[in-house]
């Protein structure tokens, strides 16, 4: 499949969001970081400015939910208008049924992984997903630098979903950049978040573009 940029809205300007969104119209999907101040040491937003977020945005909304107790809120964020709602295994009583639960509302489920969690318990679990969020930092801030270690893991799930020709896209978050994009690409990945990389450039438009291009190029050679 074609690469998909998914800009994160952590780097964009909280206060004029909707020109902000109107900024990566040509992306896929604009990420959008909830974190609660437990499951990360820091605060963003929740349902109410989700709910807006998705009645403005250009693209539709990917959010990454980054909040303990994913089994009670992540519903929440299809019914708010999110497209896709990707929660932590590590915040999850029960995963297959929350997934279940989020594609029953109408969103695609996806399942994120900290550097630390392994993949191995999810693969017999795949179809399952829409996607398998491979965090690239430890989750929590933008403009981190991006953890090489992790590539393993996101060969893994690409040698996995192939062998059993499941349709999960694997999605990486963190330190995502020109300078990174193509690695990762080549490692598996299908979905790209980058924060800083769109947000910092002079031509946001022209950034979700090249990082497009670099992606696509490392995905037509695996
Ligand atoms: O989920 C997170 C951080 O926890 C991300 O979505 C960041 O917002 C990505 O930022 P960059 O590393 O691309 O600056
Ligand atoms: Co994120």
């Known amino acids: ?50 709910k807006r977020i998705a009645e403005v945005s250009p693209v539709p909304i990917d959010v990454h939910l980054m909040v303990e107790d994913a089994d009670r809120w992540a519903v929440d964020y299809a019914r708010a208008g999110a497209a896709s709602v990707t929660f932590h295994a590590e915040a999850a009583q029960a995963a297959v049924r929350l997934a279940r639960e989020l594609r029953s509302a109408g969103a695609r489920a ?27 930092v430890e989750p929590g801030f933008g403009g981190q630098s991006f953890i090489e270690g992790t590539l393993p893991k996101v060969r893994r799930l690409r040698a996995a979903i192939d062998e059993q020709g499941a349709d999960t896209w694997i999605q990486v978050d963190g330190g995502v950049s020109r300078d ?6 080549a490692a598996g990945a299908d979905v790209f978040v980058a924060g ?10 022209g950034e979700i573009d090249a990082l497009r291009a670099l992606a696509d190029e490392a995905i037509a050679r695996r």
């Open 1 to 50: 499949m074609p690469a998909l940029i998914s800009p994160s809205i952590l780097s964009a300007d909280f206060a004029n969001l909707e020109r902000d969104l109107g900024r990566i119209a040509r992306a896929d999907y604009a990420h959008v970081d909830v974190m609660d101040n437990h499951f990360v040491p820091n605060l963003t937003l929740g349902l109410p400015v989700v």
């Open 110 to 136: 996806g399942i994120a992984l900290r550097p630390a969690t392994p993949a191995e318990p999810l693969l017999d679990l795949l179809t399952e997903f829409d996607m398998v969020l491979v965090m690239t």
């Open 180 to 185: 990174t994009i193509a690695t990762v690409a």
């Open 196 to 205: 800083s990389a769109v947000y910092g450039a002079a031509d946001v438009a």
